[in-house]
């Protein structure tokens, strides 16, 4: 079960407020000592209680000391620099609640016009309709028509491509026009080409010339 979101503001009732800071202060000394032990990083904290007269220190004296006189050797702009009050950190929470309103915002007047575009493919007038609300029509369906041609161009581009690199290419004396497989089948024909020759050769014979042991395995008359 989810916890009750709790309201920040101050607690009227004493024992209330007591209890919630003894058991808020034992949480955020355990959230320091994993942060430390987690990270390996130099931490402390201080705690000074409304009815305590000592201050509440983690880890302790001597090694909040040093953490501090670390701090104060810094250049005051570095010491500055991360530090955050309470009304700097409202101030911090107040600013992204903003952009997250404006961003809730601004998607629900997408969807808003996405509607009313559907409708009006469907039939509707717009007779009836803010001119705010035409503008963002207006500017929906520019942006639509901007990535429809943005996807055509594109699919030229990759069936110009595709075209070019199936294009047939001339052979060495540029008049038997060739595909590039055709082209890089070529030398692997070669070695058959130069066994026919080589055939050729040895069975041919004219009357000048008699292949004697040829003619014995191989008769050509």
Not at 85 to 91: G, S, V
Not at 199 to 212: A, V
Request: hydrophobic share 40%; glycine share 2%.
């Amino acid at each position: 079960m989810a916890r009750k979101k709790v309201k920040l503001e101050w607690i009227v009732n004493d024992t209330a407020r007591k209890a919630t800071f003894k058991k808020r202060k034992k949480g955020l000394m355990k959230k320091v000592s994993e942060l430390s032990t987690l990270c390996d990083v130099k931490a402390c904290m201080i705690i000074y209680g409304p009815d305590e007269p000592h201050a509440d220190v983690w880890p302790s004296v001597p090694d909040a000391m040093r953490v501090l006189a670390r701090l104060k050797r810094l250049p005051e702009t570095e010491q500055s620099k991360k530090m955050m009050n309470q009304e700097a950190l409202m101030r911090q929470r107040i600013r992204k609640l903003q952009e997250q309103l404006q961003k809730q915002d601004k998607e629900n007047r997408e969807l808003e016009t996405a509607l009313l575009m559907h409708q009006c493919l469907s039939g509707r007038s717009l007779h009836d309709v803010a001119i705010e609300d035409v503008t963002a029509l207006a500017w929906m369906t520019e942006m639509n028509m901007k990535k429809v041609r943005e996807r055509i161009e594109d699919a030229a581009l990759k069936s110009a491509e595709k075209v070019k690199e199936e294009k047939p290419v001339a052979n060495d004396k540029g008049k038997t026009p060739m595909s590039a497989a055709a082209t890089e089948e070529l030398p692997r024909q070669d070695w058959f080409a130069g066994a026919m020759d080589l055939s050729e050769l040895m069975i041919s014979r004219n009357d000048d010339h008699k292949n004697t042991w040829l003619n014995t395995y191989y008769p050509m008359d």
